[in-house]
């Protein structure tokens, strides 16, 4: 059990800088998940931990000690990789045991303790199967209790679910959850994933360029999103956006097509400033065309069961809602459209900055 | 790819069969010929069916040819060869894969560059080091002047000597340095996943732990077909052994001491030859090859086509 204190982290090869000025403090026992696209530094930062990766400038703390010039054997960290790694030589049994081996554990403590933590998380029964017999789902389960058995400080995912079928996705998140609260390690969990951060994480770290984004947990990042960028990565269907120009004398956003979107209250921009207004598709409604406050083209709509999604144009911009009607008009069809200002998300259109000041004004927070 | 194309499959299986009568042929008529004796065997319609002459002409050539010393040396150079080529290519592909150090590339193209320099080619120089094993740090020192600066400083003439001539490490270290193994073992390190490499760094093995529990455990069908080819690399040698080899009776090798049995000018001085002798000696020191290769197979083929993960 640790805190890991990340500060100031940069990492470069050569002269590609892969990670600049990084800061981040992850509290003893949380369960952190690093969110982003590929390329964004994130697995690099979870290889900067283990020490997988050297450090370029800054320094990283496990427990109070820096550890930029420790081996990854002396951090306390285990891993889970993507691909298992497991060594395919050895049996269930002897994976598990490995470490504990190379660490000069006994064999009737480690058989011990090999069985113990097998039987934690299922695999009692493959003790002595080889990894080539065994299905992806045990395969994930024998690295994790290879990361279990050595009881570390900090455990480390490395998209550990990525290369499971959907349905056994979410059954091992689950099972990664109900481990973290029973034994309450440090965790770090990168992916691309944003249904695996949403749902794993106490505190989400959304990273984009080598840089953070925003940090917080799920609620707070879904509804009050920092920037653009944030605000398009996190949620499905992705939020829209209608750029505009903010009109200090209406207290409106002016969008390109010409129509006003009065706001409730007031954003703090100045007068002709370019903004973002930013909507998800669950808060806003359909009416009768000329009827809202805003009117949309139809181009597609895709049936999801519980509910449709209507992909459409308001000029030549694409947005898109969710709707519990079952209406299906013809494709090109002009629908009338209501957006849930309580909702809205104001967004600086140069520096993609979420407009604080505005946010109380536009926004009621929910109670938590 | 699976095609169903009978003329084809026709075609390819004519080739084959071709292929193996090519082979098996001489074979045949070499142990044909060992069965027969002198008589039959100079006879002019060749025999094409076994006589009743192998053992008596086995036990003849065996005599003839002090075989049994021979065979011992042989089989100690061969296996050292083995050992040798395979802890020395297994080290250093590990060096040059897994390691980042200055010069990496350099190293394993000066190793790789020896591949087109075969034993047959660099003979001379080899024999000459072979004779002075210290011969290079001699030259080495002599140009620099480090002689010169001993002698006229401490009085000391400098002169390294090694001989490696008539004995095992001279038959044996030649043929260990080439870089066949090398490479096949580069080319199966670097299929190793990283990721495996940075689990055993996370369980916390050192990297001779890793060398001995991980890399060798899963290059065991490679050891295999790296051994085969070599124990029959080393078997087979004829120049090298001819060449650094001057006392027969102890450091003779079965190959060279076969080539005495085949029949030319000076052993036959003109009579009759001998060649049932020479082939029943061809039998005898064919065997232990084949049944390496036999043995091997299995392990041979896995090794080679890689499709064990």
């Not at chain 2, 000076?266 to 049932?276: F, N, R, V």
Request: charged content about 15%; aromatic content about 8%; proline content about 5%.
């Amino acid at each position: 059990m640790a805190e890991i204190a990340i500060r100031n982290v940069t990492k470069t090869y050569g002269k590609t800088t892969i990670m600049q000025g990084v800061n981040l403090t992850i509290h003893n026992g949380e369960f952190v998940v690093i969110l982003g696209p590929s390329g964004c530094g994130k697995s690099t930062l979870l290889r900067l931990i283990a020490g997988l990766e050297e450090i370029t400038a800054g320094e990283i703390a496990i427990a109070g000690q820096v550890v930029n010039d420790l081996e990854p054997r002396e951090r306390g960290c285990a891993m889970v990789f993507q691909n298992y790694a497991l060594y395919p030589h050895m049996t269930v049994a002897e994976n598990v045991g490995y470490a504990l081996k190379v660490a000069g554990v006994p064999k009737a403590e480690r058989m011990a303790r090999v069985a113990e933590t097998a039987k934690s998380v299922g695999l009692a029964d493959f003790l002595d199967r080889k990894p080539g017999q065994l299905s992806g789902g045990q395969r994930q389960r024998v690295a994790m209790a290879r990361a279990i058995i050595r009881e570390p400080k900090v455990f480390l995912f490395d998209e550990p679910l990525s290369n499971l079928d959907a349905k056994l996705r979410v059954q091992m998140r689950h099972e990664i959850r109900r481990i973290h609260n029973q034994i309450k390690a440090t965790s770090v969990f990168v992916t691309h994933d944003q249904h695996e951060g949403m749902t794993l994480a106490d505190r989400l770290v959304v990273m984009n360029k080598g840089t953070i984004e925003q940090v917080g947990t799920p609620a707070e990042i879904y509804d009050r999103p920092a920037s653009l960028y944030v605000a398009g990565f996190i949620g499905s269907p992705a939020m829209n956006f209608l750029p505009g120009q903010y009109s200090a004398a209406r207290r409106a956003v002016v969008l390109e097509g010409g129509a006003v979107i009065g706001l409730p209250g007031d954003p703090g921009a100045s007068d002709g400033q370019f903004v973002q207004l930013g909507i998800r598709p669950e808060h806003v409604a359909l009416r009768a065309p000329g009827h809202g406050m805003i009117d949309a083209r139809l181009e597609i709509v895709e049936d999801l069961g519980a509910s449709r999604l209507w992909n459409l144009r308001i000029e030549d911009i694409p947005f898109s809602l969710i709707t519990e009607a079952r209406a299906h008009p013809p494709v090109g069809a002009t629908t009338g459209l209501v957006l849930d200002l309580r909702h809205a998300h104001l967004f600086d259109g140069a520096t993609g900055k979420r407009m604080e000041t505005t946010l109380g004004a536009l926004r009621a927070v929910p109670a938590q | 790819m699976i095609e169903r194309t009978p003329i084809l499959n026709l075609a390819t299986h004519l080739i084959l069969a071709v292929g193996l009568v090519l082979i098996l042929v001489p074979i045949w008529l070499a142990f044909v010929a060992a069965t027969h004796d002198l008589q039959a065997v100079n006879s002019a319609p060749v025999e094409f069916w076994p006589g009743d002459q192998l053992w008596p002409n086995l036990k003849e050539a065996w005599a003839l040819s002090d075989f049994g010393q021979k065979f011992v040396n042989s089989f100690i150079v061969a296996i050292g060869v083995v050992v040798g080529k395979i802890t020395l290519a297994c080290l250093t592909a590990f060096a040059l894969v897994f390691f980042q150090f200055r010069g990496r590339m350099v190293i394993f193209w000066a190793i790789f560059i020896t591949l087109m320099l075969p034993l047959e080619v660099r003979i001379v120089p080899t024999y000459a080091v072979a004779a002075n094993a210290l011969s290079p740090f001699q030259t080495i020192m002599d140009w620099t002047g480090i002689s010169w600066l001993l002698n006229s400083l401490a009085g000391i003439e400098v002169s390294l000597e090694w001989n490696l001539l008539n004995s095992y490490t001279g038959l044996i270290l030649p043929l260990v340095a080439t870089a066949t193994g090398t490479f096949l073992y580069r080319q199966f390190f670097l299929t190793i996943p990283d990721e495996l490499v940075e689990a055993a760094r996370m369980d916390g093995a050192g990297p001779l732990r890793f060398l001995w529990d991980i890399l060798i455990p899963l290059s065991k069908t490679n050891i295999a077909a790296l051994a085969t080819i070599m124990f029959v690399y080393a078997w087979n040698q004829y120049l090298w052994p001819l060449l650094v080899v001057t006392d027969r009776a102890n450091y003779g090798v079965v190959v060279v001491q076969l080539s005495d049995l085949v029949p030319d000018q000076l052993t036959t001085g003109g009579g009759t030859p001998t060649w049932h002798l020479a082939m029943a000696a061809t039998m005898v020191v064919m065997l232990p090859p084949i049944l390496i290769v036999i043995f091997m197979q299995r392990w041979f083929v896995r090794g080679l086509i890689n499709t064990d993960k």
